[in-house]
């Protein structure tokens, strides 16, 4: 069965850093012309917003709230997509979320997915990051 399974997330002190992984089972990724694989979050009362996403050509894209603080990576043999988190932030609390976009032709347009986290195919079950100010 396919899946999306993210890691535990955990809590830290504004400053500290956590590292997230997201096991991806189920899908055989280079069978598809192109992939977005990325992190999404979601603050209390906010909507979800995309955070990071590494293209199948190992492009990287990041939301302005995260540059120069989150890089996100991908372990393709073991199928896992990771994202650390560096100087964390109280307004980095929230429930990241793993998720999947494939593509049976054509290029995945990273700008286009982390605006518009609709065009996500499958998501992850999310995990709790806390940053304690």
């Known amino acids: 069965e396919a899946a999306l399974v993210e890691s535990v997330g955990g809590s830290v002190q504004a400053g500290g850093a956590l590292r997230l992984s997201c096991v991806i089972s189920?899908?055989?990724?280079?069978?598809?012309?192109?992939?977005?694989l990325g992190w999404v979050r979601q603050a209390p009362g906010s909507e979800r917003e995309g955070v990071a996403l590494?293209?199948?050509?190992?492009?990287?894209t990041y939301a302005n709230a995260v540059k120069g603080r989150f890089s996100i990576s991908q372990d393709s043999a073991l199928n896992t997509l990771y994202l650390q988190m560096s100087n964390l932030k109280p307004e980095d609390n929230g429930t990241y979320y793993c998720?999947?976009?494939?593509?049976?032709?054509?290029?995945?347009?990273?700008?286009?997915?982390?605006?518009?986290?609709?065009?996500?195919?499958?998501w992850g079950q999310g995990t709790q990051v806390t940053v304690a100010s």
């Open positions: 998720a999947a976009r494939f593509m049976e032709e054509g290029p995945c347009d990273s700008d286009d997915v982390l605006e518009n986290i609709a065009l996500f195919h499958a």
């Open positions: 590494f293209a199948h050509d190992d492009t990287t």
């Open positions: 189920g899908y055989f990724l280079h069978g598809y012309s192109s992939y977005c």
